[in-house]
Each structure stands twice: as structure tokens, then as C-alpha cells.
């Protein structure tokens, strides 16, 4: 089965709260990247808030985004 995103909510800066396909909810913590290239704008907490589920992961306007596998793998 391929695992998708289906929702994305803030859980608590920086953490997200995702909802998968398979309706499992996990924490993923963006605090391991927000140092790393593109990441960095993500520090700011008004874009970090613009993250939106699209086309099965998530993303901001400026095109950071994540691996589905990655947030389902790393999401607690």
C-alpha cells in the first residue's frame, strides 16, 4: 500500500500533526531540518503555519516539502 497524506494541521512550532491514508495520525517534528538549506525559512513561524497537504505530502508556498515514506517513517 502507498502512504499518503491526507491532512496537516500545527501541532506546536515546529511540529506537525499529519493524517495518512491509512488514517494513522502521527507528530512529525520539523526541528532536525530547520538549519539546512531551503528549511531555514521555515524558522519563521507565519510561513511555518502555510504548510498544506498537496498531492499526497506537504508542502509551503516556496516549495520546501517532504517525502511522504520520510514523514511517515519519522512521524511518533
Known amino acids: 500500500m502507498r502512504i499518503y497524506v491526507k491532512s496537516v494541521e500545527i501541532f506546536e512550532f515546529p511540529k ?15 526541528s532536525p531540518y530547520l538549519d539546512k538549506g531551503i528549511f531555514t525559512e521555515l524558522q519563521n513561524q507565519d510561513y511555518f503555519k502555510q504548510v498544506k497537504a498537496t498531492n499526497g505530502t506537504i508542502e509551503w508556498p516556496n516549495g520546501q516539502d517532504f517525502c511522504p515514506d520520510t514523514l511517515y517513517i519519522k512521524g511518533r
Not at 506537525?16 to 520539523?30: A, C, G, H, Q, R
Open 16 to 30: 506537525l500533526s499529519i493524517t495518512f491514508n491509512t488514517d494513522e495520525k502521527k507528530i512529525f517534528d520539523v
